[in-house]
Each structure stands twice: as structure tokens, then as C-alpha cells.
């Protein structure tokens, strides 16, 4: 099966991505959490990345296809995969030609993300937490590797608005497109992570 995670930045996408992979069985792909790794090296290319990212500004997309292409020539994909940021434009999505069985858009209002992403937490391992909602046992610190969480560079209150714009102009034409295509389930993304979890579980159910 193979399941594209739409919405604004800070709906959750990461969030119910790897929640949804676990249950079934199948990896996730998240094009943000492999830019952040590339960015942490020392190279020409990390440097260029660094800036776009850090402005809330798109990547080139050969960079982009060629992430992808390398990932999903992985045997884990074979039985499927979760995509999570990718695709953002139309042009990502049409020149994506593996057949997508189900896009799940998480829909949430700006002033939930604003005060979703401020209070966002990560750390380098990619575990994601959050101030309000899902907070480390202890405080500043990975539940997981133990390693100290950071701000995302990306979360500042100014590129979060930038990021927002460049989503309405960039990625909200998709709601449409895969909409026409038949595929498109839309789930409510205010109430808690659990409930979401569910209705997202029962789409793909439906869907499969
Ligand atoms: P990416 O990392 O994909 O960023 P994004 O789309 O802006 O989304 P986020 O990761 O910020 O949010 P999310 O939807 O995953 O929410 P999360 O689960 O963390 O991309 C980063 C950048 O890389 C882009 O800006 C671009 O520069 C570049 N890039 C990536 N893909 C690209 C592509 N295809 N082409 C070109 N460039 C590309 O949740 C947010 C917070 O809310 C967390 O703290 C979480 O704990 C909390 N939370 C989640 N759900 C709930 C809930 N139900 N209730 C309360 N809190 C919740
Ligand atoms: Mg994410």
C-alpha cells in the first residue's frame, strides 16, 4: 500500500505517520527528516539545503527525486511505504508515477499550528515532542536516546507564516488533484493524536 500524508506544515504528518507505520508494518518516507540529516553534514550540498530549509523555502526538486529514488529502491518499500512531505507541488506529484492508493489529509486551522509549532521539540534521532501535548519524561531531554531536544530552525514564528504561504500557493492545489483522482480523505487533524490515529485507520481500511 502506498499512502501519501498531506497537510500544512505542523498538521501532525510526522506525527501520525509513524504511528500508522507501526501498525501497518509498512516505512515511513519523510522528505523533511532526510533533509534535516543531509543538512547535519559537511558538504556543499548541506550547506544549500541548510539555507532553503532554514527560510521555510522548497529544495530543488532533482535533490528531492533523487532522495527518493535511492530510498525507494530499498527491499524494506517493497510492501509498501508511507510518504510524508513529498509530494508539495504539482510537479512532484505528476511526475511521481508509482500507483498511490490513498492520500490522507490532515486538516488544521493556522492558529492551532502556530501554537503547535512553537511549542515543538526534536531531537536528532527524529523523535518529535511537543510543550502542550506530548512532553519528554524529562524536561529538554529524548525520552528515547537521551540526547538534549532542540527548536527546529524552521519553527520561528516568522518562517512558520512563510512556510504557511509558500503551502497555499505550493501544496494546497494537491487537495484538488487527488481529490479528482478519487483518493483524497480528508480527517479532521484538531482532535488528539489517538483520535486521529482511528479515523485514519479506518480510511485505510476502507480504502485497502
Ligand atoms: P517537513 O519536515 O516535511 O516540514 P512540514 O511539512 O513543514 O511539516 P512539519 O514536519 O513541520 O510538521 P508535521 O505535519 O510533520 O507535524 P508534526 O507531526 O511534527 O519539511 C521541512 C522542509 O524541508 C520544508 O519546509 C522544505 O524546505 C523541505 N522539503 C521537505 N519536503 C520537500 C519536498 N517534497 N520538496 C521540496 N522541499 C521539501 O506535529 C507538529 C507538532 O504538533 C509536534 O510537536 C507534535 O507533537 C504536535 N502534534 C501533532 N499532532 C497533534 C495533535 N493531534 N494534537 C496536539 N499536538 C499535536
Ligand atoms: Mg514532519
Known sequence: MIVIFLGKPGSGK??????????????????????????????????????????????????????????????????????DGFPRTLYQAKMFKQKVDSVIYIDVSNSTIIKRLSSRRECSCGKVYNLLTKKPKKQGVCDDCGKNLYI?????????????????????????????????????????????LSDIMKLLKKAA
Do not use: W
Not at 559537511?42 to 532533482?62: R, W
Not at 487527488?178 to 480527517?187: A, D, F, P, Q, T
Open 14 to 83: 510526522g506525527t501520525q505517520a509513524e504511528l500508522v507505520s507501526e501498525k501497518l508494518e509498512i516505512p515511513v518516507i519523510s522528505m523533511g527528516e532526510i533533509l534535516r540529516n543531509i543538512k547535519r553534514q559537511k558538504t556543499e550540498t548541506a550547506k544549500k539545503v541548510s539555507k532553503l530549509i532554514d527560510k521555510g523555502q522548497f529544495v530543488p526538486d532533482n535533490l528531492i527525486f533523487g532522495i527518493l529514488d535511492k530510498r525507494l529502491r530499498r527491499k524494506e518499500c517493497n510492501k509498501g511505504y508511507i510518504l
Open 152 to 196: 527546529r530552525e524552521d519553527d520561528k514564528p516568522e518562517t512558520v507564516k512563510k512556510r504557511l504561504q509558500i503551502y497555499n500557493m505550493q501544496t494546497k492545489p494537491l487537495i484538488e488533484f487527488y481529490k479528482k483522482k478519487g483518493i483524497l480523505h480528508k480527517v479532521n487533524g484538531e482532535q488528539t493524536i489517538k483520535r486521529i
